[in-house]
T-cell receptor, first 110, second 115 residues
């Protein structure tokens, strides 16, 4: 079993829709939870991170972590065509490497 | 400032050949990481360097894979006797420090195709 599970999609939504991306994880030692965005033929770039449980908001993006259910979510409001990318969730213990989900490919249709 | 750079961007090789992939981290970043991204597998951790030493090599899939880092900067990932299952995008990342949360900045990757 992978440490982080993510539905690969693909997911297509119309411009302006609210997007919900989700992951589950199995490693109880995860302390940090991250969302990366990866455009085609590029490396991933950090979108948001949270420490432990709770919510974090940054503009149109909201990250949620529920450690009791081992569930990680990213919400995108008022989605734009420029949000079209692959979104990767990741967990990190106190050590150094990241454990990634497989990524969800999102397309926002104008 | 410059981000993480990797070379070559694409590499096509024949089965059984050796390949070397290069990573130039962000200047001043002490930690360097190698990941592999395969279709349907997501990013898999390979190895991490703190300075020139590699405290965690747990992700290297076989003894055909090795990596080194010199001068606390450039790193090379070497794959010997390449196999078709080695075909993937190899990503390098660097961070300012380790422990806690230290953002890992990724390079664009090297796309390796083994024929």
């Amino acid at each position: 079993q992978k440490e982080v599970e993510q539905d690969p999609g693909p997911l297509s939504v119309p411009e302006g829709a609210i997007v919900s991306l989700n992951c589950t994880y199995s490693n109880s030692a995860f302390q940090y939870f991250m969302w990366y965005r990866q455009y085609s033929r590029k490396g991933p770039e950090l979108l948001m991170y949270t420490y432990s449980s709770g919510n974090k908001e940054d503009g149109r993006f909201t990250a949620q972590v529920d450690k009791s259910s081992k569930y990680i979510s990213l919400f995108i409001r008022d989605s734009q065509p420029s949000d079209s990318a692959t979104y990767l969730c990741a967990g990190k213990t106190g050590a150094n490497n990241l454990f990634f989900g497989t990524g969800t490919r999102l397309t926002v249709i104008p | 400032g410059a981000g993480v750079s990797q070379s070559p961007s694409n590499k096509v090789t024949e089965k059984g050949k050796d390949v070397e992939l290069r990573c130039d981290p962000i200047s001043g970043h002490t930690a360097l990481y190698w990941y592999r991204q395969s279709l349907g597998q997501g990013l898999e951790f390979l190895i991490y360097f703190q300075g020139n030493s590699a405290p965690d090599k747990s992700g290297l899939p076989s003894d055909r894979f090795s990596a080194e880092r010199t001068g606390g900067s450039v790193s090379t990932l070497t794959i010997q006797r390449t196999q078709q299952e080695d075909s993937a995008v190899y990503l390098c990342a660097s961070s300012l420090a380790t422990g806690g949360f230290n953002e890992q900045f990724f390079g664009p990757g090297t796309r390796l195709t083994v024929l």
